[in-house]
């Protein structure tokens, strides 16, 4: 029986078996190979209880086995004493647990409802998708695994994937689909999707043949899968989509759920068992790090790798927190307890405070360099060691947190710094490999990729620290990271004051600093050294800018904005943030435009020599515009549907365009984006997604060219340019925008029905009044 | 909300007080809270994350000059899951310091626990409540919602009822009707 060198590829519970595992050979075969498997759970309560516990479950011998156990509990900083639950089948051991929970609700319940890679990867070492050297019997027995690449390894073997792509050739939520296109090893296929039967026959045949290890869909979670399998048994031709014989697929439900404020939808899932399913139109992150990004997930987070592509970063991060626990022998809580300390009030004006904000001084800077700490927050929890557990109510210690009256205990190392700290360094590592990558090393992707990755477990695990729901978050260990923060903010401008740069903005993480004398990267040096000197904290230069805006908020001009801001790098990169060409309910049209424009001063030697050519690159544009030469898709807005449909008193477009869907029968949730037209008259909106075309006639052009305008005036007003002087400078020269002649009626109506004179540039353009 | 109700009789030993009224009435609350913190120590349990630091010191402002001193006598924690209201409820000393709960039930409206499991914890919380007001005045308000509660969640509400002593039931003054001016 084999012994080889190759890549797990995926693990699950069988009923019979235990666990079984699929390997990728090096050499070419797919393995399938088994093992026993007992997992343990644990109650925790009072003896009594735990008695009765112990009395219900002792007459299963040979299915569960119960023991006293001493396990660390990271809240009460001390060992406990557990009754260990061990159910040798881990097929069971989820039923077993849910059955004991609703019978003993009152104990508190710790290692219960783990994914069954951690337990593995705890045990073993070994995760999903890393390289091993794998030895097993003549039955399929796993006897040995041995991980010959960890998971922190910085450049890796290539996995040798077989993946068959599988698209229809619209989006199903947009239009009905005629055809499914298969790819696979270079070959393309087209089925035609009323052939039902032709259709399944052939793509069983190609499945058979090639016997890929990634079904790489696009809405295969939402459509394609769940009309493939419906098919197949109305046809009663197995597709053969999962390679583990006996097995259905295993469908996940739809949520809708809060993340950082906003509303997040995910469609429904359907996960395979001994090969991969990943919709790109349902995977978390797709269009920012794409497979390579996630195999990295699954590989740091040992979640198998079609879980990896769905769960959000948190949940990420949050596997990454139990594993070390699991590793560490610490209790992983089914439900927190843990509940915020008590505290006067007159100390959470103190404590219950973000990231420190220095408003921007508004308009254009010179020569301005920014300045970034490294992963600031994680890299905080890793330095000052800030997890639940080191967080001591102690306000007379040492080693106080600033502001908080919180002490931190660094006699040994916190469960969060473990968890993070050899993820922190593989970014910082990956980040210094890359920026030494040229652009055409193949590599470059790669990094990238798995850098972004890398980056977003990051960002997310201090937001994990004070969620509700995260198995090792506290509240105070939260504020802590913020304290500090401010604190390494505070140090940092102190340092650049002293070294004589003029701090421009601070924010959070990053300042934006200025010197006369001091205009090049190794200018910049000596500052991030000191500052790196004073908080301990890695800290980089992220680049100088030739020129960068700040721009004030829409309401009130003079009135400085956090982070909305944009400018030009000495290398000619540009760098946007906060307006229109950023955000992603812009429409194409006019966040290109945007971005055109910022291209054209960025040429530039002097931004005003641009002025010019972007007023005739925006009369270009709206005589596209007005002429219907804009295609429609470039005028989508996707805005988000915030909440339940009833729950709106007044709809907002979104709602409007949900509303004409449902009139035919499509449903959206909230947190799903909506794609649609402005439009004449009501509801002012068509929605993208209904089954007859717009009438392009019907677009609203004036609306688009006040969104267009109000774009190039943000981008142009610190050259004198802000959206009326723009809307005039534009609009004087009527006779290039080929107008409509009104129609003689009263005003207020044909204002309504002619696009693009309600503005009263254009009011007087057409009047042919000078100002 | 009736806007002649001013203030709220304070809370006394050996009963629960309920306020079951929309989120305006965290005003209220508020007076109440600055009053009772002039007195003494009092202990605040936010199970909806209301509660406002700012709003209390402007009220204290009013009624003294030692206003850090009374925003020290009120001792504040957080619930942000059903399960830690309880384990807070339980730790909370019993002393006879007045408790006073923010949108009690805003923890329990959580959709991620099952039903029964969530009304088990309202019991095991109003249990630990019922155990301090023996010896302390103990105040829940019950934020009411109007919309996105599902009729099961509306059934949250009944035990609070059951267990308090007294009562008030407020509601949003109905949007009133009036004849435009013709000039």
């Known amino acids: ?771 | 909300m009736d806007q002649r109700i001013i203030t709220f009789p304070m809370p006394t030993a050996g009963k629960i007080s309920l306020v079951v009224a929309p989120r305006a009435v965290l005003d209220r609350l508020t007076s109440m809270l600055a009053a009772l913190a002039l007195r003494g120590r009092v202990l605040v349990v936010d199970g909806g994350n209301c509660f406002d630091g700012y709003a209390l010191a402007r009220a204290l402002r009013g009624q003294t000059h030692e206003v850090e001193a009374a925003l020290r006598q009120v001792w504040l924690s957080r619930a942000f899951t059903c399960y830690q209201m309880v384990a807070m409820l339980a730790e909370l000393p019993v002393d006879g310091t007045p408790v006073i709960v923010l949108d009690m039930l805003s923890t329990f409206l959580d959709e991620n626990v099952n039903f029964s499991k969530r009304l088990r914890l309202l019991e095991s919380s109003l249990n630990l409540l019922r155990r301090i007001s023996q010896g302390a005045p103990v105040a829940i308000w019950a934020r009411a919602r109007t919309s996105s509660v599902t009729a099961e969640d509306q059934q949250l509400l009944a035990p609070l009822l059951e267990t308090a002593r007294d009562v008030w039931e407020l509601q949003a003054p109905e949007t009133p009707v009036h004849q435009l001016p013709l000039f």
Not at chain 1, 375 to 402: C, G, K, Q, R
Request: charge should be positive; hydrophobic fraction near 40%.
């Open chain 1, 1 to 771: 029986m084999p012994e080889f060198s190759g890549w797990l590829l995926d693990l699950f519970e069988d009923p019979r078996e235990g666990l079984v595992l699929y390997f990728i050979d090096e050499a070419g075969p797919r393995w399938r190979l088994r093992r026993p498997f007992p997992v343990t759970f644990y109650a925790l309560g009072e003896d009594a209880q735990l008695r009765t516990l112990w009395q219900h479950l002792s007459d299963r011998p040979g299915e569960i086995t119960l023991s006293r156990a001493r396990r660390m509990d990271v809240f009460k900083r001390d060992a406990v004493t557990a009754l260990g639950i061990t159910v040798e089948n881990p097929y069971q051991a989820r039923q077993v647990f849910q059955q004991t929970a609703a019978r003993f609700p009152n104990l508190e319940y710790a290692d219960a409802d783990l994914h069954i890679s951690l337990r593995f990867a705890a045990e073993t070492g070994a995760f999903p998708l890393a390289y091993c050297r794998v030895a097993a019997d003549q039955d399929g027995q796993l006897q040995e695994i041995e991980v010959l690449e960890g998971a922190w390894t910085l450049k890796t073997l290539p996995i040798p994937l077989r993946t068959m792509s599988l698209s229809p050739d619209v989006p199903p939520h947009h239009a009905r689909p005629h055809r499914l296109m298969v790819e696979i090893e270079g070959e393309t296929y087209q089925f035609d999707l009323h052939t039902w039967r032709a259709l399944l026959v052939n793509l069983r045949a190609l499945i058979q043949r090639y016997d890929p290890d990634l079904l790489l869909t696009d809405w295969g979670d939402t459509w394609l899968l769940p009309r493939l399998l419906q098919q197949s048994e109305a046809h009663h031709i197995p597709l053969g989509l999962n390679r583990e014989p006996g097995r259905g697929v295993s469908w996940r439900e739809e949520r809708t759920y809060f993340s950082y404020g906003r509303i997040v939808y995910r469609g429904q899932q359907i996960h395979l068992f001994g090969r991969c399913h990943i919709d790109r139109q349902n995977a978390v992150l797709w269009n920012d790090y794409a497979l390579e990004g996630t195999i990295e997930v699954s590989r740091v987070t040992a979640l198998p790798l079609q879980t990896a592509a769905r769960v959000s970063p948190g949940t990420g991060i949050s596997s990454i927190e139990m594993l070390t626990a699991l590793r560490e022998g610490i209790l992983v809580p089914w439900q927190k307890q843990q509940a915020e300390m008590l505290k006067p009030a007159a100390d959470l004006f103190a404590a219950d405070q973000g990231g420190l904000v220095y408003q921007p001084k508004i308009g254009v800077h010179k020569n301005v360099a920014e300045i970034d700490f490294v992963s600031l927050y994680p890299a905080i929890m890793v330095h000052f060691n800030i997890s639940p557990e080191t967080i001591l109510p102690d306000p007379n210690a040492d080693n106080l947190v600033p502001a908080l009256g919180l002490a931190i205990d660094t006699s040994q190392d916190g469960l969060i710094p473990k968890a993070l700290r050899p993820l922190l360094e593989k970014r910082i590592e990956m980040k210094k490999h890359l920026a030494s990558t040229p652009a055409w090393d193949p590599y470059r992707k790669n990094f990238k990729s798995r850098s972004s990755a890398l980056k977003w477990l990051l960002v997310t695990c201090f937001g994990y620290l004070g969620y509700k729901n995260a198995r090792f978050g506290r509240i105070e260990a939260h504020q802590a990271v913020t304290a500090y923060g401010r604190e390494a903010l505070l140090s940092a401008k102190e340092a650049a004051e002293d070294f004589g740069f003029e701090v421009i903005q601070l924010y959070v993480d990053g300042l934006w600093v200025r010197h006369p004398d001091k205009t090049q990267p190794a200018d910049i040096e000596p500052l991030l050294l000191e500052i790196q000197a004073r908080t301990g904290l890695p800290i980089s230069l992220d680049g100088i800018y030739r020129w960068v805006v700040f721009v004030g908020s829409r309401q009130n001009k003079k009135r400085p904005v956090a982070n909305r801001y944009f400018g030009v790098f000495q290398d000619g990169s540009i760098k946007v943030r906060g307006i229109d060409a950023r955000r992603r309910d812009s429409t194409p049209f006019v966040a290109q435009a945007q971005m055109h424009l910022l291209e054209l001063l960025a040429r530039a030697e002097e931004p005003e020599a641009a002025l010019p050519e972007a007023i005739a690159f925006l009369q270009n544009r709206l005589r596209a515009l007005r002429s219907g030469s804009v295609k429609l898709p470039d005028l989508l807005v996707r805005q988000q549907l915030g909440r339940k449909m009833e729950a709106y008193r007044t709809p907002s477009p979104a709602a409007r365009a949900v509303l004409q869907l449902n009139t035919v029968g499509k449903e959206l949730h909230p947190g799903q984006r909506v794609p649609f037209l402005y439009t004449l008259g009501k509801p002012g909106v068509f929605a993208w997604d209904l089954p007859h075309k717009p009438n392009p006639r019907a677009v609203d052009v004036a609306r688009y060219q006040r969104l267009l305008l109000r774009a190039a005036g943000i981008v142009l007003e610190s050259w004198g340019l802000d959206e009326r002087k723009l809307t005039e400078r534009v609009l004087s020269d009527a006779s290039q925008l080929c107008l409509p002649v009104p129609p003689k009626k009263h005003p207020v109506q044909h204002r309504r029905n002619i696009p693009g004179v309600i503005d009263p540039a254009m009011d007087r353009a057409l009047k042919g009044q000078s100002q």
